[in-house]
Structures are given as structure tokens and as C-alpha cells.
């Protein structure tokens, strides 16, 4: 565990009814106040949303046509998975989607972030498209909107389809970043007469490092730093690719961005110098996507640091990495870098105590404050107008009580304090838009297989019953007020 810690630090450089349930969540809350506060907590208009992610929830990882990802390959492996489960149930999404459609409504959500799993719609990854596969996105997102929820879509959380690894080397060859442009354009052409707002791929920041450097996220691979950084470049044309795609074949007005787990810097302490190295930190140790993407160039500093391993890279390449996108989605949950000013690069990043606070993963340190910088300095660094928390969350233990009940005070505390940090960005003025917790629901947690628990609602995986926390009725009293609350 502790070396999933380092690595993921490492990562960073470089069958109930709705109804039922609902009255489980009316037990232990309550009534939210009435809304909305005035000048004292979100701006009006912010998105409230939860997410999930296709190859996490849905299951049904053969039906209708779906062909095989990369993550069902890999989930094969032994010891790959912490408790030996697999992604082929999940949380049976697939067939209970109007099901948790009611979950979201009954949060008072009015966005959910899904992905398209790619494999449903091209089981090839590219050729013949799978009807049978687009179908359930057209289903989801129809229920979505019958229930007054905004679908945001992502093109891509992790579930290559086995195909292109097999054919390409997956993420190896730009002829994956093509075809991911196809896929792009098919789901554009086909779901943006309903869906308005696009998330291109989830955390190149994890996938590249974890799926092709260490070998722990599927496809399981171990190779040089080099070709890490080279696959890194590859994920970023393949956002860029994504959103000439969706402006091409989308509606007009359609919305495109990332959603990137940012390495995420803060100032140790609260200094003029310090919160300008915390600046220099966030461009610099973000350089090999999100800032390449934001301004069209690798900085020097990145590229002087990875000498012979650095990515090979046209000028045509980066125009199109750096295609113009509506808004920044970033991922935030756990402080990666407290620095100080330095004469030497701008800034140091500081070692972090072995006692430094955790919720119930090693890698999830509490750092509240994290969500209140890392938007402040990404508005100024790179210009952007919008910004949103594609995911922020956190796992707990979550126990469930002889009365049957989930109290989550844990989660709680995280999630007040984060958001706490929020509002007082957004009341600065950052232009926070919106924010989506991770997650909805309990679901298949990669490595961790079904060990660790994000949800908002608790997933007995034997029965499939949801069952919400205490946190869903704190996260309704939040929607509700539209403030953070003490
Ligand atoms: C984010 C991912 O990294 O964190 C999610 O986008 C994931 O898909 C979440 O579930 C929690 O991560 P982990 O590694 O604890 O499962």
C-alpha cells in the first residue's frame, strides 16, 4: 500500500427501489434550507453533479455487441486486483441505470459526468461502428434529461479497446490518437443534439504512468521513461484530436475540455513567495499535459529535465494539442506538492510527513486548501474562464450500523472542508463553474478492486442494493443551500 503512495505521487511528476431508498436518506437528515443563500455561499448557476465511470460501473462487459478493453484483459492477471474481482458486474449499471438515474435526482444533482465506454460503440475501436452499444449512451442520456439532469459526457476513462492494444501498442502509436478522433467524432455526430459539455480523456496524469510505467492500471506495462513521456504526448494529441472532432461533427455550441487529475501544488504557507513558487510549481510539474495542451508548448525547464527522454513532436502536433477548449476540468483530491520559494527553479517542493492526515486510501491525503489554490493559480496561469471539478471525493470505511445506516462522518468532514475551500474561491472570484463528487456510488475502484468505497451510496455488491450515507444527505443539504455550509 505504501508503495501505491509513492506511485501514485510518482505518477503526478512526471434491486431496491428508488423509493426505498429515498426514505432511508429522509431517516437520517434534516429538511435542507431554503435557497438560494445570498452572497454567502456558490454562485448561481453552479453545477452541482456526481460521476462515475463506464468500465467502474456498468458490468455487462459482453452484452449487446461490447467488445473486450484493456481492463478486462488485465483484470485477468493475477494479483493485478487487490481482492481478485473483476469490472463483468460491477454495479450491473448497464441494466440499472434508471435506477441510479433516481440516486442522482434524489441528491438534487442537475449534471452527471458518465463515459462512453469505446468499446460498446466501435468493439473494434475502429470499423464498424456497434448500434446496440450506442444505444444504451441514448437510453442513459434520454433518462438523464427526463429527470431534469445534464449529462456530461467523457470520451475516454481508461478502457482502451483491446484491439487497438493489440494491433497498435494502444496508446503507443498515434495511430490510436487518430482513430480515438473517429470515435470522437462518431459520439459527437451522435449524442451532442442532447449533450452539451465534453470531458476528452480522464487523467492522462494516471493512465500513461500507472497503465505503460509500472504496469499497477491496465494495459500492465513497464516501460522506459522515454517512451512513457512519448505516450504522454500521445494521450495529449488525442485530446486535441477529440476537440477538433466535437467541433467539427458536434452541434454548434457544444462545450469540449479535459478532465485532469493536476498535479496538484499549494503554497506551504501563505506568502507572496511562496504562493508564486506554488505558480511556477503547478506549470512546471503539469507541463507534460495540461500545460502543453493550455499554451502550445513544452516548457524548457521539461524539457531540459527530461534531456534524452524527452517526447519527439511536431509543430503540427502541438497546434493541435493546443486547440482552443471551452473550460479546464480538474480533478482534486489530495495535495501532491506543498512548496516554498527557492532561488533554484523557483521553488521547492517539501518532504510530506509520514503523519500527514489520509481518509482510507494511502494516496488521499487531506489538504482542503487544495481546492482553493490549484483553481486560483490555473485561472491565472492559463487564462481560463471556466474551470470545473471534474471529481473530487474520498474513501471511507463504511461501516454498515446493525440499523442498517451508514454514518459517514468521515467522508463528511472531507467533503465540508474541500468545500469550504471552494466557496471561498468562488467568492474571490475564480471562475469555479461547477463541481462533481467522486462518486455517486461505491463501484469497481481499479487496483483496489471492490476494497475501497467513493460513493455517495453504499453498494451491497452481492445483492446490489444501494443504500445511501449519511454524506448523500450532507451532499443534498449542500445542493439544496448551494453553499458549503459550516
Ligand atoms: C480518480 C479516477 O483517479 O480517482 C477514478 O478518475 C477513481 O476513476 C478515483 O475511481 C479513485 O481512485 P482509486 O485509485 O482510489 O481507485
Not at 460521476?51 to 485477468?76: N, P
Not at 470499423?127 to 441514448?138: A, I, Q, S, V
Request: proline content about 6%.
Amino acid at each position: 500500500m505504501t508503495d501505491k503512495v509513492s506511485r501514485r505521487q510518482l505518477a503526478k511528476i512526471a434491486g431496491v427501489s428508488a423509493a426505498a431508498m429515498t426514505g432511508a436518506l429522509d431517516a437520517v437528515e434534516a429538511k435542507p434550507a431554503a435557497l438560494p443563500r445570498n452572497g454567502n455561499g456558490f454562485p448561481a448557476g453552479f453545477v452541482w453533479g456526481t460521476a462515475t465511470s463506464s468500465y467502474q460501473v456498468e458490468g455487462a462487459v459482453k452484452e449487446d455487441g461490447r467488445g473486450a478493453s484493456i481492463w478486462d484483459k488485465f483484470v485477468r492477471i493475477p494479483g493485478k486486483i487487490e481482492d481478485g474481482t473483476t469490472g463483468d458486474r460491477a454495479n450491473e449499471h448497464y441494466h440499472r441505470y434508471k435506477e441510479d438515474i433516481a440516486l442522482i435526482k434524489e441528491l438534487g444533482c442537475k449534471a452527471y459526468r458518465f463515459s462512453v465506454a469505446w468499446p460498446r460503440v466501435f468493439p473494434d475501436g475502429d470499423g464498424k461502428p456497434n448500434p446496440k452499444g450506442l444505444d444504451f449512451y441514448n437510453r442513459l442520456v434520454d433518462e438523464l434529461l427526463k429527470n431534469g439532469i445534464e449529462p456530461w459526457l467523457t470520451l475516454y476513462h481508461w478502457d482502451l479497446p483491446q484491439s487497438l492494444e493489440d494491433r497498435f501498442g494502444g496508446w503507443r502509436s498515434t495511430e490510436t490518437c487518430k482513430i480515438f478522433g473517429d470515435y470522437a467524432a462518431y459520439v459527437a455526430e451522435h449524442l451532442t443534439d442532447r449533450v452539451k459539455n465534453v470531458f476528452t480523456l480522464n487523467e492522462s496524469g494516471r493512465f500513461v504512468y500507472f497503465g505503460y510505467g509500472i504496469g499497477i492500471d491496465a494495459p500492465g506495462l513497464t516501460l522506459p521513461q522515454a517512451d512513457v513521456n512519448q505516450i504522454r504526448h500521445n494521450s495529449a494529441l488525442a485530446h486535441g484530436l477529440a476537440v477538433q472532432a466535437v467541433r467539427a461533427h458536434g452541434r454548434r455550441g457544444t462545450k469540449v475540455g479535459p478532465a485532469e487529475n493536476i498535479d496538484a501544488c499549494a503554497p506551504a504557507i501563505d506568502t507572496p513567495e511562496n504562493v508564486r513558487a506554488a505558480e511556477i510549481a503547478l506549470r512546471e510539474m503539469n507541463a507534460g499535459y495540461l500545460n502543453v495542451i493550455m499554451t502550445g508548448r513544452y516548457t524548457d525547464a521539461f524539457l531540459k529535465y527530461a534531456g534524452p527522454n524527452a517526447p519527439k513532436f511536431t509543430d503540427a502536433e502541438l497546434k493541435i494539442i493546443s486547440s482552443p477548449v471551452d473550460f479546464l476540468g480538474l480533478n482534486i483530491y489530495a495535495p501532491q506538492n506543498y512548496v516554498v520559494a527557492s532561488d533554484q527553479g523557483g521553488f521547492m517542493p517539501l518532504p510530506i510527513p509520514k503523519s500527514f492526515p489520509r481518509m482510507n486510501s494511502d494516496w488521499l491525503r487531506v489538504g482542503p486548501e487544495t481546492i482553493y489554490w490549484v483553481p486560483k493559480l490555473a485561472a491565472k496561469i492559463w487564462k481560463t474562464d471556466a474551470i470545473y471539478i471534474s471529481e473530487n471525493g474520498a474513501s471511507g470505511d463504511d461501516v454498515v450500523r446493525p440499523d442498517g445506516k451508514i454514518y459517514d462522518t468521515d467522508r463528511i468532514m472531507y467533503l465540508r472542508n474541500y468545500l469550504a475551500q471552494l466557496q471561498r474561491a468562488t467568492t474571490e472570484g475564480v471562475p469555479v463553474r461547477g463541481y462533481f463528487l467522486w462518486s455517486l456510488m461505491d463501484n469497481f475502484e481499479w487496483v483496489y478492486g471492490l476494497n475501497k468505497r467513493f460513493g455517495l451510496y453504499h453498494v451491497n455488491f452481492d445483492t446490489q442494493v444501494r443504500t445511501p450515507k449519511l454524506s448523500a444527505s450532507f451532499y443534498r443539504n449542500v445542493i439544496a443551500t448551494n453553499a458549503a455550509g459550516a
